[in-house]
């Protein structure tokens, strides 16, 4: 296994726990996978070698309606990132996850904080940038109090998953 500069990698956390018009919630990550992997290859300027997924993970959600089913997560991790971080490049980046969010029924104008959606991109990382925007906090200010973010990143991180893609 070869070890990961996080100085140029980028992680984007992926959740689920509505049915999008490609099926369950795990369908649905299984979906948008390749796409997103696709999608960040040819946006960082990386090729498959540098794609790692976790596993896909049943958790409970945390804040939101009492009532909301439980969440299909997963870690896409990017290990090598050609392209310099910069605040325009994140926001280019937020908005094509935000697509990719949109293209599974996703709105959010209508949702409610914290609660159910057909799918959620989190961009979580991207090497050492520092990013304080109103779109935009980097890194995710909440990842390290979430364990549905910190054990797939693991996975992702040690590459003992087989690719999800």
């Not at 500069?5 to 980028?10: K, P, Y």
Request: aromatic fraction near 6%; include cysteine.
């Amino acid at each position: 296994m070869a070890s990961i500069n996080l100085e140029s990698a980028l992680a984007v956390g992926l959740g689920a726990n509505l049915c999008s018009s490609y099926g369950p919630p795990e369908s649905t990550l299984r979906w948008i996978v390749p796409r997103l992997a696709l999608l960040l290859m040819d946006w960082g300027d990386a090729d498959a070698r540098d794609v790692r997924c976790s596993s896909f993970l049943m958790t409970q959600p945390i804040g939101g309606p009492p009532d909301q089913d439980a969440y299909c997560n997963a870690v896409l991790l990017l290990t090598r990132v050609q392209r310099p971080p910069s605040e325009r490049a994140a926001l280019e980046l937020l908005k094509q996850l935000q697509q990719l969010e949109q293209s599974c029924g996703r709105n959010r104008q209508r949702e409610q904080r914290w609660g159910p959606r057909s799918l959620d991109l989190d961009l979580l990382f991207w090497g050492e940038l520092r990013l304080e925007h109103p779109q935009l906090v980097l890194p995710h200010p909440r990842m390290h109090l979430r364990n549905f973010v910190l054990e797939p990143l693991l996975q992702a991180m040690q590459g003992t998953h087989p690719p999800c893609w």
